[in-house]
C-alpha cells in the first residue's frame, strides 16, 4: 500500500514540474513582448535543467523564445557575438526536436533567423575588421561558418583574418580544417553593372547575368576566373608550423597537398617559399624550375618566382622574372612596380657612402661620381613607375614614388603636372 502512495506522490511532482516549466515559457514570452530579454531569459533558465524531459511541442517552444530572446540582445548590441551564437544555437535545437518528432511549428521562422544571424555575424566581422579588430571578426565569421558549413569561404577569411590578428594559435586549425577539406576556393563571378545604383553585382551563374542585361537592368557584362587559394592557405600553415618549430610538419603538408591536386602549380610555389624560409636553396631552385615547366606562359606564376627571388636577395633573377612577366602581360602593373623597387635598391648604398663623405677635395670628388650614380639609378626607374602609375592611376604609392624621383632630378615641369593628377 504504501508503495502505491510513493508512485502517486512521484507523478504529481512531474505534473507540477510540467506546469511550472508551461508557466515560466509564457511568463518569458510575455517578458519579451514587453521588450525584456534578460527578463525572459531568466524565467527560462529556471525551466532548463527540466526542458530535456518535456514534450516534444515545449521544448520546441522553449528553444524558439530562447532564441528569439538572445537574437533581441544581439539586436540591442549586448554582448553581439556571444548572442548571436546563442539565439543561433537555440535555433538549431529547435530545429532538431521538430524534425525528430515530425510536427514542425517554428523551423521555418528559427531557419530565416538562422539565415539572418549568419548575414550579422558576416557584416559585423567586416566592420570589426575594418576597425582593426582582427580577433572579434575572425570568431564571429568562424561562428557564421559553423551555422553553414556548406559556405566554406567564411572558414577560409575566418583563417585569413586570424592570421591578420596575427593570431596563429586560433589560425592553426582553421587551415588544418581546410586542408582536411580540401579547400580550393576556386571559381567563377558574373559581374554586369547595376544601372540604378552603378555598382557591380555578382550573379548565381552567367544566364541569370545575361537575362539581367537583357532585362536592362544591368550592363557591362563580364566573367572573371577566381584563382585558387590552396597556395596561400598551404603557405600560411606551413610558416605556422614552422614558427612553432614543426618544420617536418610543414613539409608533410605541403607534400600531401601537391599530391591530392598535382595541377595546383600555386603549390609548387608554396613548397619553395618553404625551402626558402629554411634556407634550402638548392630544394628552392630546383621546384621554381618545376613551375617553370609546367606553366611557361602564366604571368602571375612568373611574377611569384621574382617576388621569391627577391625574397631571396636573388635580384638578378627577380629581374628576370619580372621582365619576363611584363613580356607575357604588358599590362602587368605589380610587375613595373616591383622592378622599379628593386632597381630604387641601389641607391641606399650609394646615399650610406655619400653620407660618410667629408669635405675634402678627393671626397667632393668621390660624391659628385656617386652623385651621377644616384641620378642614373632614378632615371633608370622612371619608365617602370611612369608605366605603373598609367596602369594604376588610383595607386598613391606610385605616384608619390614617382613625384619623388621627379623632385630629385630636379625634373620641376614633370613633377608639377603629376602633382596636379594627383590633386584631381
Do not use: C, W
Amino acid at each position: 500500500m504504501k508503495s502505491k502512495y510513493v508512485i502517486l506522490a512521484s507523478a504529481l511532482l512531474i505534473s507540477v514540474a510540467t506546469f511550472a516549466q508551461k508557466d515560466q515559457i509564457k511568463n518569458a514570452e510575455k517578458a519579451l513582448k514587453g521588450g525584456d530579454a534578460q527578463g525572459a531569459l531568466a524565467q527560462l533558465k529556471d525551466a532548463e535543467n527540466l526542458i530535456v524531459n518535456a514534450k516534444d511541442t515545449e521544448q520546441a517552444q522553449f528553444y524558439f523564445v530562447q532564441g528569439n530572446a538572445y537574437l533581441e540582445l544581439a539586436n540591442k548590441k549586448v554582448e553581439e557575438s556571444k548572442n548571436l551564437s546563442a539565439a543561433a544555437s537555440s535555433y538549431k535545437k529547435l530545429i532538431d526536436v521538430e524534425k525528430t518528432s515530425g510536427k514542425q511549428k517554428y523551423s521555418t521562422q528559427a531557419a530565416t533567423s538562422i539565415a539572418n544571424i549568419k548575414g550579422q555575424l558576416i557584416n559585423s566581422a567586416i566592420a570589426d575588421t575594418q576597425a582593426n579588430k582582427h580577433s572579434e571578426g575572425a570568431k564571429k565569421l568562424y561562428d557564421a561558418y559553423l551555422l553553414d558549413k556548406n559556405d566554406t569561404i567564411n572558414l577560409y577569411y575566418a583563417a585569413s583574418t586570424a592570421v591578420n590578428a596575427q593570431d596563429f594559435d586560433t589560425a592553426l586549425p582553421l587551415y588544418e580544417e581546410l586542408k582536411k577539406l580540401n579547400y580550393s576556393g576556386k571559381g567563377t563571378l558574373y559581374l554586369a553593372a547595376n544601372k540604378a545604383s552603378g555598382s557591380e553585382d555578382n550573379f548565381a551563374n552567367a544566364k541569370e547575368r545575361d537575362l539581367a542585361v537583357k532585362l536592362g537592368t544591368h550592363e557591362n557584362p563580364k566573367t572573371e576566373a577566381i584563382p585558387s587559394k590552396r597556395g596561400e592557405i598551404y603557405k600560411n600553415l606551413a610558416l605556422i608550423l614552422v614558427q612553432k618549430g614543426r618544420t617536418e610538419d610543414a613539409k608533410k603538408a605541403i607534400a600531401d597537398a601537391r599530391k591530392t591536386n598535382p595541377e595546383d602549380t600555386s603549390l609548387i610555389l608554396t613548397e619553395a617559399n618553404l625551402y626558402l624560409e629554411t634556407k634550402d636553396y638548392e630544394t628552392y631552385k630546383k621546384l621554381v624550375g618545376e613551375a617553370l615547366q609546367k606553366e611557361p606562359n602564366n604571368a602571375d606564376l612568373v611574377f611569384n618566382l621574382g617576388v621569391l627571388s627577391a625574397n631571396a636577395k636573388n635580384n638578378a633573377d627577380a629581374e628576370k622574372y619580372y621582365l619576363k612577366a611584363i613580356e607575357i602581360n604588358p599590362g602587368y602593373a605589380n610587375a613595373y612596380l616591383n622592378l622599379a623597387a628593386l632597381k630604387l635598391e641601389a641607391e641606399k648604398p650609394i646615399i650610406d657612402e655619400m653620407n660618410k663623405l667629408g669635405t675634402s677635395a678627393k671626397d667632393m670628388k668621390r660624391y659628385d661620381v656617386l652623385k651621377a650614380e644616384r641620378e642614373n639609378v632614378f632615371k633608370g626607374v622612371i619608365p617602370y613607375l611612369k608605366k605603373a602609375n598609367e596602369l594604376d592611376p588610383k595607386n598613391d604609392d606610385v605616384a608619390k614614388t614617382l613625384l619623388g624621383v621627379y623632385k630629385a632630378l630636379e625634373m620641376t615641369a614633370e613633377a608639377k603636372a603629376l602633382k596636379a593628377t594627383m590633386n584631381q
